[in-house]
């Protein structure tokens, strides 16, 4: 009878103890995702102005400063003719339909 209580009380402590550790996780990770796209926001608000306003030499410049502040996160800037600024990676179908002038939103 002894035995019985405590497996009783170790299945509910574990039910009890997942019942927290589950939606913890899962907030967790949404809050891992959201800050990646906050960041990545902030990232391309800087470099948008960028693009209209200063020459294409600069915007190499500027583009190399944000990568050395942030090397886990690099950034790169899609020209008009295909010419990429920054880390050099392939194009996603995102960079094709924009470069096409669609959206893919």
Do not use: C, W
Not at 18 to 25: D, E, G, H, K
Not at 45 to 70: C, G, H, M, W, Y
């Amino acid at each position: 009878m002894r035995l019985r209580v405590i497996l009783l009380v170790l299945a509910i402590s574990s039910l009890i103890l997942v019942s927290f550790m589950l939606p913890l996780a899962l907030l967790l990770r949404t809050f891992a995702a959201d800050s990646a796209v906050s960041g990545a926001t902030i990232r391309a608000q800087f470099i948008a102005p960028l693009l209209a306003t200063v020459s294409s030499k600069d915007l190499q410049i500027s583009v190399e400063r944000v990568n050395q502040q942030n090397p886990s996160e690099p950034v790169t800037v899609f020209l008009p003719g295909g010419r990429q600024l920054g880390v050099h990676v392939p194009q996603s179908s995102g960079v094709r339909l924009a470069a096409r002038g669609k959206s893919f939103s």
